[in-house]
């Protein structure tokens, strides 16, 4: 019903529609109206609530996550919604009741903490530095305030501080790294034999067999899904080259953000570090050397006698250009008072007493319209182009829903062509602009492939596209007769390896029983390993899984089991003839104390999680 009022829903029926609709809200309100809440509640933990809002923000961000972490290999469908909604339901669930658990006890993160950490966000950041307006405009993006964001950042910080503080205290005991160690460096000495595989026979599969097998893997004998798109992108990139440039625009943008353009001042220094004995003797040599330096002595020759920084004396001192906030606040402060070629008295810092020389002054000053104009332009550009940006993203969005079935309407508006690809599958590598999963994922939604536009989709602060597919043709099963061959093969390789299995079985049977293994394995490989770890790589890692999964044997016997590997390799017969416990002693300083911060971090976040579990179970947890 709601895509057919949305198809129809133009001209003069819309405002009938609109009107209809307006006059119950108004009246009663729409949560009177549809008898729901604004935000209904999904989770009650003792007296906390979790709105459907925040679980729908995580779950969405648990996907955002996984499109990077995938890559091209993500697909929507890999995670069914009902079941992801309860996975992250439930971790929502375990946080507020951390969260309950530090506020009983008044755990906080300053304002300073909080700061320092949002400016620490590799996504806020332009050239490595934090950016205010790149921090409002992703926030806009997402939907946030800053108050939200930052309480956000406040409970992380607090339950981080929760998890450290509980961890920081747990050490283990010697006798558990000593337990450790025997089972992690156990050792065994076995014997294995390889049944080599059967050969596939082809003629032995019936027609049953190859039409059971196709209608029972679908999957591997389809056509995949694909689809064309029509796009259109909106980017504050491409709209800087669309704004007009004046002067006097210029000019007034310069005025208004002079303090931008002033490039930052930098020093070319040298120094003398004085740091040997107490600091009275650091002082007076410091005095004594700057009194020759007064009376004409050369500063790079001082240097590389007396200087205690090594780094630098071999160099006459030289530090390079350096600018102020590289440099710690003492000596900052002195070499940026000092005049070109100057040199300042002894300066105390924590490393010692210094003698500074300014050789060279670059930078600073008033700013320079004329120096600065290529500057001030790119930034004039850009402000333009993502205030546009922000006027035709909402007016675009308002385009492609109010003509679902066109970009026609919105590309007269950017005054741009519609682009179109060709022939693409949920595997394919999306051109630009659309190689972006979240693009992907909307341009196979149910909604765009019946017919509609996608929402605008944002792929970074000023940049989105919206597309709309031009022709679909769904997966379909290719027929046998086309895969016949294909189907044929699998099925005898799969027989042959069930074969294989048999008779790998059929003998652990024998040996188990009595038989000798040499004599068994006369018509196979046979090979014996003295020790091997848990790590080996000298022989099969199915042997090896299988070899150490396997039961320790009785006293005096020989315990037997076995692996199947690939169809190509056939069946590993494997006899475990003695465990050898790993010994402590074995290991040197270093390794043993690797094994001990690795035992403490397994050990300690086995008791975080337990006291989460805990905690949890405490709480008095209501799920909607």
Do not use: C
């Amino acid at each position: 019903m709601l895509q057919a009022i949305r198809n129809r829903a133009q001209g003069w029926i819309a405002w009938v529609i609109v009107i209809l609709i307006t006059i119950p809200f108004a009246l009663f309100g729409i949560q009177e109206y549809l008898g729901v809440s604004a935000d209904p509640v999904v989770a009650v933990v003792d007296d906390a609530e979790i709105q459907q809002s925040a679980l729908a923000r995580r779950v969405q961000g648990f996907r955002e996550n996984m499109r990077r972490s995938l890559g091209a290999n993500y697909r929507a469908d890999l995670f069914d919604e009902a079941f992801l909604q309860q996975q992250v339901l439930q971790s929502m669930v375990s946080e507020k009741v951390l969260e309950q658990a530090t506020a009983r006890w008044n755990m906080q993160a300053s304002d300073a903490q909080i700061r320092q950490a949002i400016q620490a966000i590799p996504a806020l950041q332009r050239d490595g530095v934090f950016d205010p307006a790149l921090y409002r405009i992703t926030l806009r993006n997402q939907g946030l305030t800053s108050a939200f964001f930052e309480q956000q950042v406040r409970q992380d910080l607090i339950l981080r501080q929760f998890e450290q503080g509980w961890q920081a205290g747990h050490f283990v005991t010697e006798q558990a790294v000593a337990e450790d160690i025997r089972l992690r460096e156990q050792q065994r000495a076995i014997q294995y034999a390889q049944i080599p595989p059967v050969t596939p026979d082809l003629a032995a599969v019936t027609a049953e067999q190859i039409q059971a097998y196709y209608q029972q893997h679908p999957a591997e004998y389809q056509v995949p899904e694909r689809i064309k798109l029509a796009y259109l992108q909106l980017s504050a990139t491409t709209l800087s080259e669309k704004v007009t440039v004046d002067e006097t625009a210029l000019r007034k943008y310069f005025d208004e953000h002079a303090a931008e353009f002033i490039p930052a001042e930098e020093r070319k220094l040298r120094h003398i570090l004085l740091s040997t004995g107490d600091e009275a003797a650091q002082l007076a040599q410091a005095n004594k050397l700057y009194a020759e330096l007064q009376a004409g002595a050369d500063f790079a020759e001082l240097a590389k006698v007396h200087s205690a920084d090594t780094g630098s004396a071999t160099e006459g001192g030289a530090l390079g250009w350096m600018s102020r906030d590289a440099l710690v606040p003492p000596f900052a402060e002195s070499a940026f008072t000092l005049a070109k070629q100057a040199i300042s008295e002894p300066v105390k810092t924590q490393f010692g007493y210094h003698l500074i020389q300014v050789e060279a002054i670059r930078g600073g000053g008033a700013p320079d319209f004329a120096a600065q104009r290529a500057k001030v332009e790119t930034a004039y550009r850009q402000q333009q182009a993502e205030q546009r940006y922000y006027d035709d993203f909402e007016r675009l969005t308002d385009l492609v829903y109010e003509n679902p079935d066109s970009l026609a309407a919105a590309a007269e508006f950017l005054g741009i062509p519609v682009q179109k690809t060709d022939w693409l599958e949920r595997t394919s590598v999306f051109p630009a602009p659309l190689d972006a999963e979240k693009i992907k994922n909307a341009a196979f939604s149910e909604e765009v492939l019946q017919g509609n536009n996608s929402d605008l989709i944002e792929r970074g602060p000023a940049d989105a596209v919206v597309v709309r597919v031009t022709a679909h043709e769904p997966a379909t099963r290719k027929p046998l007769d086309a895969v016949k061959e294909s189907v044929t093969t699998q099925v005898a390789a799969n027989q042959a390896q069930e074969q294989t299995q048999q008779q790998g079985t059929a003998a652990l049977q024998k040996l188990r029983a009595g038989a000798d293994f040499a004599a068994l394995a006369q018509d196979w490989s046979l090979t014996a390993v003295q020790r091997i770890g848990r790590q080996a790589n000298e022989v099969p890692p199915e042997v090896v899984q299988a070899a150490f999964a396997a039961p320790r044997p009785a006293a005096d016997t020989v315990g037997y089991t076995g692996a199947m590997a690939g169809q190509a390799e056939g069946y590993y017969v494997i006899a475990v003839e003695q465990v050898i416990a790993g010994d402590v002693k074995a290991l040197d300083a270093a390794a043993l104390q690797k094994r001990r911060t690795d035992l403490e971090n397994q050990q300690r976040d086995a008791e975080y999680r337990r006291l989460r579990q805990g905690l949890r179970a405490q709480a008095e947890v209501e799920i909607k």
